[in-house]
């Protein structure tokens, strides 16, 4: 088992910054990537960015540019650094993990709001 432990979330004008961390469990399994989706009220969930081991990154078109992810491998733990932050970036953030033979593990979830 793995656990991942989130945080980071709160509350932001639009314009500003907000920094998320994910910390996983130590595990004997192999790690391939960690990254982020999130949710927000009455839509289905969306994919935000992914980043593997190797340190290849991937973002949804709508962060590119203002969202920054970063790994520590040393520590299993992923970062999501939120520049420009939108309304529309309202939602429930949760990280996860693929691990290697074994599957996808979830983070509880944080929540990001940004408003005046």
């Known amino acids: 088992q793995v656990q991942l432990v989130e945080s980071g979330g709160g509350l932001v004008q639009p314009g500003g910054s907000l920094t998320l961390s994910c910390a996983a469990s130590?595990?004997?399994?192999?790690?391939?990537?960690m990254g982020w989706y999130r949710q927000a009220p009455g839509k289905q969930r969306e994919w935000v960015a992914t980043?593997?081991?190797?340190?290849?990154?991937n973002y949804h078109d709508s962060v590119k540019g203002r969202f920054t992810i970063s790994l520590d491998n040393a520590k299993n733990t992923v970062w999501l650094q939120m520049n420009s932050l939108k309304p529309e970036d309202t939602a429930v953030y949760s990280c996860?993990?693929?691990?290697?033979?074994?599957?996808?593990?979830w983070g509880q979830g944080t929540q990001v709001t940004v408003s005046s």
């Open positions: 996860y993990t693929d691990l290697a033979r074994i599957g996808r593990y």
């Open positions: 130590r595990s004997s399994f192999t790690i391939y990537d």
């Open positions: 980043i593997s081991t190797g340190g290849d990154t």
